[in-house]
């Protein structure tokens, strides 16, 4: 990707500010993305990743930002979108405090319109280090909340949201016998195939870790699929991808059995028109920036100082939300995604 094409595709998803850092003293290189910040400064994760390229690392990261600000704005926030990767994979950093102090002298750098959480590739330890060098910074060990990374409550509005799509597909909201395939056993994967199994769903799992895996069969009681294959192309009521995204292409879609897309990882589909395919085929799609909006909703809550009983009722809310995406969208006669952007563009007056 030439310097020209960056600024076309950032120009493209309406991207404010593109950053690039280097600490060659770490090996570190960053880059963070400031999407929007209409509502407030933004907000999102810090991803760790040995990204192949930094093409791959740029797409990611405005698209992650992207995401981040109509999350927030469909869900009410006062936040913006931003995002933060670091090229490196996070199993060969020798030491992380140093290397994690390094990233937070970088977040603290950009003044507050940056605010860094924990993502895919890092800890509530991680955060404690950038801690020391930022206060622009949640999902730490000292937040007053009790859960310090936020994956089980992204789980609860998984959860809340395929009980929605329930509702709207099956008549009711209750989960007892309803099929769901999980793509993805990793934090939010594993806590969703808990909270799953408890209200009574057929649950089937796969993860690239066989450990992963096999914790759920062991602790949850899960049904193991063999492939990814298996678990995304068998029929079942509701696919859940909850790993990384890109899953639903043009090569996919054809392939799925499945009733209706409900999962936690972030931008599920390859394009966006391949939401077309989904409609032809009579497949429900949950937007995933609404189905995973809990995690959001629960640091932004902490970071301002709110109730934990307030952020929770918030979480909660993410159950009608999701509903109203679906009426809205059939009365409105738009596809859901559309819908939803809608919602989230209406927030942010564009």
Do not use: W
């Amino acid at each position: 990707m030439s310097d020209k094409d960056i600024f076309k595709f950032t120009q493209e998803l309406d991207c404010n500010e593109l950053h690039f850092f280097s600490e060659e003293e770490f090996g570190l290189h960053a880059i963070v993305a400031i999407h929007n910040t209409k509502l407030g400064p933004s907000l999102g994760g810090c991803r760790c990743y040995p990204y192949p390229t930094t093409y791959e690392a740029v797409v990611d990261v405005v698209r992650l930002a992207q995401g981040m600000t109509f999350k927030s704005a469909v869900s009410g926030l006062n936040l913006g979108g931003g995002k933060a990767v670091i090229l490196y994979d996070p199993e060969k950093i020798q030491d992380r405090d140093k290397f994690f102090k390094a990233f937070g002298r970088i977040v603290d750098s950009l003044n507050g319109k940056y605010i860094t959480a924990v993502d895919v590739g890092t800890t509530s330890q991680d955060m404690d280090s950038i801690r020391t060098q930022t206060r622009h910074v949640t999902s730490h060990n000292k937040v007053s909340y009790k859960e310090k990374d936020p994956s089980p409550i992204t789980a609860i509005g998984v959860l809340r949201s395929m009980q929605a799509t329930a509702k709207y597909m099956l008549g009711s909201d209750k989960l007892d016998g309803v099929r769901i395939n999980i793509q993805g056993l990793g934090h939010v994967g594993q806590y969703l195939a808990k909270l799953l199994i408890e209200h009574g769903a057929i649950v089937k799992g796969f993860d690239v870790r066989a450990d992963n895996i096999a914790s759920c069969v062991k602790n949850y009681g899960i049904i193991p699929c063999a492939s990814l294959d298996e678990i995304m192309f068998e029929d079942c009521d509701i696919f859940a991808p909850c790993a990384m995204g890109a899953v639903l292409s043009k090569e996919s879609i054809p392939k799925l059995r499945a009733k209706a897309v409900v999962g936690a990882a972030n931008n599920q589909l390859n394009y966006p028109d391949d939401i077309q395919l989904l409609n032809a085929k009579n497949i429900i799609y949950a937007p995933d920036f609404v189905v995973n909006a809990g995690g959001i909703i629960y640091v932004a809550g902490e970071y301002f100082g709110q109730t934990e009983i307030d952020t929770m009722n918030k979480v909660d809310e993410i159950y009608n939300i999701m509903l109203n995406i679906f009426k809205s969208a059939q009365a409105n006669s738009k596809d859901t995604q559309a819908q939803a952007y809608a919602i989230a563009k209406a927030r942010l007056g564009s």
